[in-house]
């Protein structure tokens, strides 16, 4: 079955700080996305991997930065997050090139204060 | 005007109703579309998948796609509690393995 799992569902940071989220997948995909999701703005993407060590900005990048070091594993960074960045951050993977659809992990609520 | 409008609802209707839910779009280049269910705090899950013009259907759930008015709509009969969910449209000219344009969703409640 299907997994893309979250380091975590609820996390609460400091404006300034360091954030970092963790995405694994188990289904030996090639591409992982990273989105936020906002009432009435809905899924906007970050950034997504179509391959290790490899990045694309999406649609919002800054502020951001990501890091795939290993297939199953995307990192999104915040390098000193702000309040502004408190959202539903979503993990994503799917095959490629044929897609199939993207699946989703369960959402880290990322609260910055 | 964005790529891809969605009713926000929320849509209210009575257990065991036919709901349809439905999306317009402008970028002429979406070849697949995608139905994505999201309960409430919790990642969306893949509903539909199609490519193209036609019809999928998935026991309960159809999915429909006129490429020629660029509208597509799911269809869910015998509505049930379990489908009082967020449901987003999701559309890519090249598949999942790039780039998706969602829509905003739309908030779905089946009463008893």
Same mark, same amino acid.
């Given at each position: 079955?299907?997994?893309?799992?979250?380091?975590?569902?609820?996390?609460?940071?400091?404006?300034?700080?360091?954030?970092?989220?963790?995405?694994?997948?188990?289904?030996?995909?090639?591409?992982?996305?990273?989105?936020?999701?906002?009432?009435?703005?809905?899924?906007?993407?970050?950034?997504?991997?179509?391959?290790?060590?490899?990045?694309?900005?999406?649609?919002?990048?800054?502020?951001?930065?990501?890091?795939?070091?290993?297939?199953?594993?995307?990192?999104?960074?915040?390098?000193?997050?702000?309040?502004?960045?408190?959202?539903?951050?979503?993990?994503?993977?799917?095959?490629?090139?044929?897609?199939?659809?993207?699946?989703?992990?369960?959402?880290?609520?990322?609260?910055?204060? | 005007?964005?790529?891809?409008?969605?009713?926000?609802?929320?849509?209210?209707?009575?257990?065991?109703?036919?709901?349809?839910?439905?999306?317009?779009?402008?970028?002429?280049?979406?070849?697949?579309?995608?139905?994505?269910?999201?309960?409430?705090?919790?990642?969306?899950?893949?509903? /539909?998948?199609?490519?193209?013009? !036609? $019809? +999928?259907?998935?026991?309960?759930?159809?999915? *429909?796609?006129?490429?020629?008015?660029?509208?597509?709509?799911?269809?869910?009969?015998?509505?049930?509690?379990?489908?009082?969910?967020?449901?987003?449209?999701? /559309?890519?000219?090249?598949?999942? !393995? $790039? +780039?998706?344009?969602?829509?905003?969703?739309? *908030?779905?409640?089946?009463?008893?």
């Amino acid at each position: 079955d299907v997994k893309v799992t979250q380091s975590s569902r609820y996390l609460v940071k400091r404006t300034g700080e360091k954030v970092f989220l963790e995405c694994v997948q188990d289904m030996d995909h090639e591409n992982m996305f990273w989105y936020r999701q906002d009432p009435g703005l809905g899924l906007r993407l970050i950034y997504f991997s179509y391959d290790v060590k490899m990045k694309e900005k999406g649609d919002i990048p800054e502020g951001y930065s990501v890091s795939r070091e290993k297939k199953e594993r995307f990192s999104l960074i915040l390098e000193s997050a702000s309040t502004n960045q408190t959202s539903m951050y979503l993990c994503a993977s799917s095959l490629y090139p044929a897609g199939g659809g993207q699946f989703f992990g369960p959402g880290t609520r990322l609260t910055v204060l | 005007q964005k790529e891809v409008e969605q009713d926000p609802g929320p849509l209210s209707v009575p257990e065991g109703a036919i709901v349809s839910l439905n999306c317009t779009y402008s970028n002429s280049a979406f070849q697949y579309f995608m139905w994505y269910r999201q309960y409430s705090r919790k990642g969306p899950e893949l509903l /539909m998948y199609t490519y193209s013009s !036609g $019809n +999928k259907e998935d026991g309960r759930f159809t999915a *429909q796609v006129d490429k020629s008015s660029k509208y597509i709509s799911l269809f869910i009969r015998d509505s049930q509690p379990s489908d009082s969910a967020t449901y987003l449209c999701a /559309m890519s000219p090249t598949g999942g !393995g $790039n +780039k998706l344009t969602f829509g905003t969703g739309t *908030q779905l409640k089946v009463e008893l």
